[in-house]
């Protein structure tokens, strides 16, 4: 596509992310599962030593896959829609198809976090499934509640702007965002802030959409 010179104030093209209401009938499919695992964690494989989060408490979800699949590949076609990402990969010589790949929930603790990484695949995102706290009160505990930067408890992507420079940008959550989940490219870098004011856990999904060999 060419962009004529005209006048006014004009924005690179770049990608950003999806946040949805997940469906309530399969929210309550991936709820089942993360009650059933969160009753019994010493009966189930820890994923921890293959993820990047500082968190002790991290499974594998294998009973709900089938039911979020088709529902994050809608998501995914929604995003690519709007913007064009998936084209920007071209590291293959034919189409394959996307699926999830890998599922998991973290049992996120006071003081725990996640610190800057990605994912593999090709689309990532995260279900919040409980945030035990009101967003005033953890930014009111923070140790940095007089900074000039107080990131309490959120989720944050860094990326770079077309100067060059590193830009942060914080989505601050709380009781109000269970249920939604966040669509974003694989490759951006993000991670999530400690919380300071509950001591019930903090509950997320994350999983990964991977290109699948044909079979």
């Known amino acids: 596509m060419q962009n004529a010179l005209n006048s006014g104030f004009h924005f690179f ?10 469906p309530l009938d399969i929210f309550a499919e991936i709820r089942k599962e993360v009650r059933k695992i969160k009753s019994d964690m010493e009966n189930f494989p ?12 991290e499974f594998t979800l294998t009973e709900c896959n089938n039911v979020l699949e088709p529902y994050v590949l809608r998501l995914v076609k929604s995003y690519d829609d709007h913007f064009n990402y ?4 071209n590291s293959l010589d034919t189409d394959l198809p996307l699926g999830l790949t890998q599922l998991w ?13 990605n994912h593999s695949g090709v689309f ?7 945030l035990p706290y009101e967003l005033k009160e953890e930014l009111d505990a923070s140790p940095g509640k007089y900074s000039n930067g107080n990131v309490a408890s959120a989720f944050q992507f860094t990326y770079s702007d077309t100067l060059g420079n590193l830009r942060t940008h914080s989505l601050f959550l709380d009781k109000s965002s269970e249920g939604k989940i966040l669509l974003f490219p694989n490759k ?11 001591d019930e856990y903090r509950i997320s999904v994350s999983g990964n959409i991977s290109l699948k060999v044909k079979k």
Do not use: R
Request: charged letters at 15%.
């Open 13 to 22: 093209p770049n990608y950003g992310y999806l946040v949805e209401d997940i």
């Open 46 to 57: 820890s994923a921890t030593s293959l993820l990047s989060g500082n968190i002790e408490q």
């Open 86 to 89: 998936i084209k920007s990969i």
């Open 105 to 117: 929930v973290n049992f996120q603790k006071k003081h725990e976090f996640n610190p800057n990484h």
């Open 124 to 130: 990532s995102f995260v279900i919040w499934v409980k």
């Open 188 to 198: 951006m870098i993000h991670c999530v802030y400690p919380f300071y004011t509950s």
